[in-house]
């Protein structure tokens, strides 16, 4: 008897809040505000049971494969006219980009028979991009307030791979968690600021990884029977953060898609 679950996603979520190139803006006295906010939760999950008779071979066989791409932004454009006036200055320029979320990938199988035969892979292919940036230029700004480019990213990844194999004869376990992550968020100011209060530039970024593997084979009969069980865990990741002087998104979500196919 052969029991098979197999569940694969393929994600790709873009939140972008922008100010395009041929905007033209005309701020004095006023705020402009700019912000993109994402929250998002991915959940890939396969279990697979096959029990059969002594004399039978089960082979049970769970395979789970999450491959995601996140790409979140807020900003202005590059060449993007801000127009403000020194005796009539903006009252501040708020741009935020924020991102949090959770990625779970599990993958379980069971077989029981004469033969047991039981493998379980989880595999993450997984990246997230948070930019917030003002673009270069345009004139000078002047602002009686803040001027603030933040952006923000949290996620939480666990991987799961369990795999149980009971023969008569001989029983085979082996489980496999593999992870590939590449996490960063971005904030920058390129456009130049003749009068203002204060000038904010930050970001930050906490990425975490739990993966659980285990395996566990048991043989019944003493002088014909072998079994063995396996188990191992990889991972792999980049996680960045920089405030800096570039703008724009690089496209991670359609890095991600790639990466897993």
Same mark, same amino acid.
């Given at each position: 008897?052969?029991?098979?679950?197999?569940?694969?996603?393929?994600?790709?979520?873009?939140?972008?809040?922008?100010?395009?190139?041929?905007?033209?803006?005309?701020?004095?006295?006023?705020?402009?505000?700019?912000?993109?906010?994402?929250?998002?939760?991915?959940?890939?999950?396969?279990?697979?049971?096959?029990?059969?008779? @002594?004399?039978?071979?089960? =082979?049970? $066989? *769970?395979? !789970?494969? /999450?491959? +995601?791409? %996140?790409?979140?932004?807020?900003?202005?454009?590059?060449?993007?006219?801000?127009?403000?006036?020194?005796?009539?200055?903006?009252?501040?320029?708020?741009?935020?980009?924020?991102?949090?979320?959770?990625?779970?990938?599990?993958?379980?199988?069971?077989?029981?028979?004469?033969?047991?035969?039981?493998?379980?892979?989880?595999?993450?292919?997984?990246?997230?991009?948070?930019?917030?940036?003002?673009?270069?230029?345009?004139?000078?700004?002047?602002?009686?307030?803040?001027?603030?480019?933040?952006?923000?990213?949290?996620?939480?990844?666990?991987?799961?791979?369990?795999?149980? @194999?009971?023969?008569?004869? =001989?029983? $085979? *376990?082996? !489980?496999? /968690?593999? +992870?590939? %992550?590449?996490?960063?968020?971005?904030?920058?100011?390129?456009?130049?600021?003749?009068?203002?209060?204060?000038?904010?530039?930050?970001?930050?970024?906490?990425?975490?990884?739990?993966?659980?593997?285990?395996?566990?084979?048991?043989?019944?009969?003493?002088?014909?029977?072998?079994?063995?069980?396996?188990?191992?865990?990889?991972?792999?990741?980049?996680?960045?953060?920089?405030?800096?002087?570039?703008?724009?998104?690089?496209?991670?979500?359609?890095?991600?898609?790639?990466?897993?196919?």
């Amino acid at each position: 008897g052969i029991g098979g679950a197999v569940a694969v996603h393929i994600t790709s979520i873009k939140t972008m809040a922008l100010v395009g190139s041929d905007a033209v803006i005309n701020l004095s006295g006023g705020t402009l505000t700019v912000k993109a906010k994402a929250a998002d939760g991915v959940t890939t999950a396969a279990e697979a049971v096959s029990t059969e008779a @002594a004399g039978k071979v089960g =082979v049970g $066989a *769970g395979i !789970a494969v /999450g491959v +995601s791409g %996140v790409d979140t932004a807020a900003g202005v454009d590059q060449k993007a006219a801000i127009n403000t006036a020194e005796n009539n200055p903006a009252m501040g320029i708020d741009i935020e980009a924020s991102h949090s979320g959770k990625e779970t990938v599990t993958a379980k199988a069971g077989s029981a028979g004469g033969v047991s035969v039981t493998p379980a892979l989880a595999l993450d292919v997984s990246g997230v991009y948070v930019d917030a940036y003002l673009g270069e230029g345009g004139t000078g700004l002047y602002s009686s307030g803040d001027i603030t480019v933040l952006s923000e990213n949290e996620m939480n990844r666990a991987v799961t791979a369990d795999a149980s @194999a009971a023969g008569a004869n =001989v029983a $085979a *376990g082996g !489980a496999f /968690g593999i +992870s590939v %992550v590449n996490d960063s968020s971005r904030s920058s100011l390129r456009r130049s600021v003749l009068k203002t209060s204060n000038i904010k530039v930050s970001t930050s970024s906490k990425s975490t990884m739990k993966s659980a593997v285990s395996a566990g084979a048991k043989g019944t009969r003493a002088k014909k029977s072998a079994s063995s069980g396996g188990s191992s865990g990889s991972s792999s990741g980049d996680g960045s953060s920089d405030a800096d002087g570039s703008d724009g998104a690089d496209g991670q979500a359609d890095k991600g898609i790639k990466a897993g196919s």
